[in-house]
């Protein structure tokens, strides 16, 4: 097992810090992390939130590239319908170049209605729109005089110069939670992004080999909620207001879109306070590194995870605070894991 974390880079009102501020505080984290021993740095991406979520994570990867040798450096996930396919080739290109090869692409189809609305582009067509530009982006990266004739986009005798470091190309991972779009990421010969909820792994391994494709080439991401403080009282402190305000985003636009079995439901708490008891608060992963490690455990004896993804700075988080615990996790919990 490999891990990493992720960063989307809140800045709710009620926390708020200058952009630049908050932005360097967050990639002299990233460079912590690295010497910290963690495999990847993933980025997220929405739009047009009131709280900045990084609206373009491609520029972040390269900002990290230059300030980072080993750690590798992803996407989970870009929105690939908000995308144009050639200019996803070219920029994922120079940031593979500028890591030395360190870049995963991790694909999207996307889900919050108000992102679609607001670029006028049919929901409807967006799984069509995410298989489209990854096939062209795959073809782009390992083709020469590649003639396209999509439903979407078109292009004519184009040869990608210059080409990605890694061969045959960049590792790309596909993010799903449905069953019909975990299946499609097996047949896409594509590395699987997971989020919260039953595990995928079955439905996807039995797909790949249905689909002539060996498992253990492919890997499984799987995103938790991680926080570890020297005590339980500490850290819930520390992040309740945090975690309670970043759910309550997701519950919204999860409910809008409701794809997949509880999605409708929305986020059913009202006060932070009343995360730790219940079993949201139960689930995740917040207390000392003893704590921490037990539901490590439980989670690896029932997630097959090959990447797992640390969800420690959240939203309006003092970033020296989010460092601090991933300095715990690292020292205190990795150990334990890596390789198993």
Not at 281 to 288: D, N, Q
Request: aromatic share 10%; charged share 20%.
């Amino acid at each position: 097992m490999k891990f990493g974390m992720i960063h989307d880079f809140r800045n709710p009102a009620r926390w708020h810090r200058p952009y630049p501020e908050l932005y360097h505080a967050m990639l002299n984290q990233i460079v912590r992390a690295e010497e910290l021993g963690y495999d990847n740095v993933w980025l997220a991406e929405h739009h047009f939130t009131e709280d900045g979520y990084n609206p373009s994570s491609l520029p972040t990867a390269a900002a990290i590239a230059a300030r980072t040798s080993r750690i590798r450096i992803g996407t989970y996930i870009l929105l690939m319908p908000f995308q144009h396919p050639v200019r996803v080739a070219e920029d994922t290109t120079c940031i593979d170049i500028w890591s030395n090869g360190r870049f995963d692409l991790g694909a999207g189809q996307g889900y919050a209605a108000g992102e679609f609305q607001a670029l006028h582009i049919p929901r409807t067509e967006r799984s069509a729109r995410l298989a489209e530009g990854v096939e062209l982006v795959r073809r782009l990266w390992t083709e020469e005089n590649v003639t396209f004739e999509g439903r979407f986009t078109q292009v004519s005798d184009l040869t990608l110069s210059p080409r990605p470091v890694q061969q045959p190309h960049i590792p790309l991972w596909i993010g799903a939670r449905a069953d019909k779009a975990i299946q499609r990421v097996a047949q896409m010969g594509c590395h699987l992004m997971a989020t919260i909820g039953p595990d995928p792994a079955p439905l996807y391994i039995q797909t790949l080999r249905e689909n002539g494709y060996d498992p253990a080439d492919f890997n499984i991401g799987q995103i938790r909620m991680v926080y570890v403080a020297e005590n339980e009282d500490q850290a819930w402190e520390d992040v309740q207001e945090h975690l309670h305000y970043s759910m309550q985003y997701y519950g919204i636009i999860l409910a809008e879109a409701n794809d997949a079995p509880g999605d409708a439901d929305g986020w059913q708490f009202t006060h932070a306070s009343q995360l730790r008891d219940s079993g949201f608060g139960r689930a995740a992963m917040i207390g000392t590194p003893d704590q921490v490690a037990r539901k490590m455990e439980k989670f690896r004896q029932r997630f097959h995870c090959t990447h797992f993804v640390l969800g420690t700075q959240l939203p309006g988080l003092d970033p020296q605070k989010a460092t601090r615990s991933l300095e715990l996790f690292a020292r205190e919990v990795l150990p334990a894991f890596r390789g198993r």
